[in-house]
């Protein structure tokens, strides 16, 4: 997710965090992606025994994400449409098809749980982010949890409403892709490559599009509800041994780019690791729950 911060919204956080209002009845605590679980397995325990301590109903919803089905996909990709392949293409499916899932989670558990009740979705950063001046983190629509080691997205709702929207922009239901702003241009092997992901995996763009566009409207009134924080960690690539390590990696453990989409790259190819924190950071993200 790539977006601004608004001032708008930082006034809100600051005044949100000056308040300290009361704590919610309930919070679920997600992890979207199980690459990043040895990260965020072990901050949801102690996060789960603050809040708990805090008299608040805590319940971790961890589900499968999109692995092992990418991991299919790509199989299939690479043995039989290479020729028609389109790595930006498929990282904005997979993309789509996420935040379609990440926001089901989203309604599902805002609809059977009481109307206080925070949400918060857990992941892994890469260690380096975090040493960031504030103004790149603000730019990139991140704030830092105060005393805490840990970032905060502003705005999910509008991450995820940005996303689609460069989605559309990049890729049209009708077979045309766009690569650069502006320019439209009729790619005949990218439509047979669209239809033979959509025959094969149910893939539809204009589908993914239209049903996220849905939830983020349903989602928009829970908006105030919907925390998602990033941990620092450590990335480690699959081990040489893995069945798919030949499809991303050279011999020498160096990333194929050329045959890896962004979404492949950030969630498919190896697993983040804790690099450990601290009473202090689990104490700043219980904070960051409280209601206005």
Same mark, same amino acid.
């Given at each position: ?81 290479k020729e028609f392949s389109d790595s930006g293409v498929l ?16 309604? +599902? #558990? &805002? =609809? /059977?749980?009481? *109307? ?6 857990? @992941?892994?950063?890469?260690?380096? !982010?975090? %040493? ?58 990218? +439509? #047979? &490559? =669209? /239809?033979?992901? *959509? ?6 763009? @204009?589908?993914?599009?239209?049903? !996220?566009? %849905? ?78």
């Open positions: 997710m790539r977006m601004r911060m608004t001032r708008e919204r930082k006034r809100e956080l600051n005044i949100a965090l000056q308040k300290r209002g009361k704590f919610p009845k309930k919070a679920v605590l997600v992890a979207p992606h199980t690459n990043e679980l040895h990260t965020v397995v072990p901050f949801q325990d102690a996060l789960v025994k603050k809040l708990n301590c805090l008299g608040i109903k805590t319940e971790i919803n961890n589900r499968e994400d999109m692995m092992e089905r990418t991991w299919e996909i790509r199989k299939f990709v690479s043995s039989d449409c990282s904005v499916l997979l993309g789509l098809e996420d935040y379609s899932l990440r926001l089901n989670a989203f309604s +599902e #558990i &805002f =609809l /059977n749980s009481p *109307k206080d009740t925070i949400v918060a979705e857990l @992941h892994a950063m890469d260690k380096l !982010v975090f %040493a960031a001046s504030t103004s790149l983190l603000e730019s990139h629509h991140f704030m830092r949890v105060p005393n805490a080691r840990v970032l905060v997205c502003t705005d999910p709702l509008l991450a995820l409403r940005e996303a689609s929207e460069i989605a559309l922009a990049r890729l049209e239901v009708t077979g045309e892709y766009v690569p650069e702003p502006g320019k439209k241009q009729f790619n005949e092997s990218l +439509e #047979i &490559f =669209l /239809n033979k992901l *959509k025959e094969r995996f149910g893939l539809d763009a @204009h589908e993914l599009l239209n049903e !996220v566009s %849905a939830l983020l409207a349903k989602m928009e009134f829970k908006k105030e509800r919907l925390m998602i924080f990033e941990l620092p960690s450590t990335y480690r690539p699959l081990d040489s041994t893995h069945e798919m390590h030949k499809h991303y990696f050279y011999p020498d453990d160096v990333i194929n780019t050329s045959n890896t989409s962004d979404f492949e790259s950030a969630y498919t190819t190896g697993h983040r690791y804790s690099v450990g924190f601290s009473f202090r950071d689990v104490d700043g993200v219980a904070e960051m729950m409280r209601l206005n």
